[in-house]
């Protein structure tokens, strides 16, 4: 996928569980789990919901992107040698509708994350090493 390595890509590739951040209308942050299906054809990610008794739902992360559509992504994990995770600065987007095409009982209702900048630490540097920052991407408006 454009802007990201080698590694930090196979790290995404092996995790599907991430924290998005989203602030509402009056800036109030918000964080929640979240799966993710990395689209490396389109260049972006793609928030997926399972599809639950009732019908879709709304849901807050959705509202505030379509208010606000800056966010941050945040996939990580703990091993033996230490921390390490990717961090992912972007801008989202609310589909209506192709959710339920990311994976088999999920809604129809989706958000997509276009990359803008990208942080990672423990996977192309040491565990403890200052994060390896760069911009990616598209800019933000």
């Given at each position: ?67 606000n559509p800056e966010v941050s992504l945040v996939v990580d994990d703990f091993t033996e040698d230490g ?9 989202g987007r609310v589909h209506a509708h192709g959710g339920d095409r990311l994976k088999p ?37």
């Open positions: 996928m454009r802007g990201f390595s080698d590694g930090e890509f196979a790290y995404l590739l092996e995790h599907d569980l991430a924290r998005l951040a989203t602030a509402g209308g009056k800036g109030t942050p918000h964080v929640v789990p979240v799966r993710i299906h990395l689209q490396p054809d389109r260049g972006m990610i793609a928030v997926g919901s399972r599809m639950l008794p009732g019908g879709v739902r709304p849901r807050r992360y959705r509202r505030d992107v379509a208010g921390p390490r995770g990717v961090l992912i600065q972007g801008l009982g999920y809604e129809p209702v989706w958000v997509e994350i276009m990359p803008v900048a990208v942080a990672s630490w423990g996977i192309d540097t040491g565990a403890y090493d200052p994060p390896r920052s760069r911009p990616v991407g598209v800019t933000p408006r």
